[in-house]
Nanobody, 122 residues
Framework: QVQLVESGGGLVQAGGSPRLSCVASGRTLNMYTMAWFRQAPGKEREFLAA????????YVADSVKGRFTISRDSAKNTVYLQMSSLKPEDTAVYYCAAGLVLTTVVNGYNYWGQGTQVTVSS
């Protein structure tokens, strides 16, 4: 069992660079891949980035590459999503997820956080 708690969302001005955090708890976290997704109103959940806990292999979606980066701090059991040059279209609920393989597919992740709202004002 893995529990995930996101934080760091809120109202951000266009061009801002907030950092989201996801604190993970549970046994054998080093077996998991951690990922960030987002979901805007009326849209499907979208994959953003993933990182393999053990080894640190990363993958970032083309749609946000160059603006978003993913990292982890093993000592704090925390995964981060650093965002930059935010646009109003980045407004969404951002979710942290954990799964056993690195995939961009929503169903590939077994555990999800409650989500954190990011609203980008123009």
């Amino acid at each position: 069992q893995v529990q995930l708690v996101e934080s760091g969302g809120g109202l951000v001005q266009a061009g801002g660079s907030p950092r989201l955090s996801c604190v993970a708890s549970g046994r054998t976290l080093n077996m998991y891949t951690m990922a960030w997704f987002r979901q805007a109103p009326g849209k499907e959940r979208e994959f953003l980035a993933a990182i393999v806990w053990s080894g640190g292999t990363r993958y970032v979606a083309d749609s946000v590459k160059g603006r978003f980066t993913i990292s982890r701090d093993s000592a704090k059991n925390t995964v981060y999503l650093q965002m930059s040059s935010l646009k109003p279209e980045d407004t969404a609920v951002y979710y942290c997820a954990a799964g056993l393989v690195l995939t961009t597919v929503v169903n590939g992740y077994n555990y999800w956080g409650q989500g954190t709202q990011v609203t980008v004002s123009s």
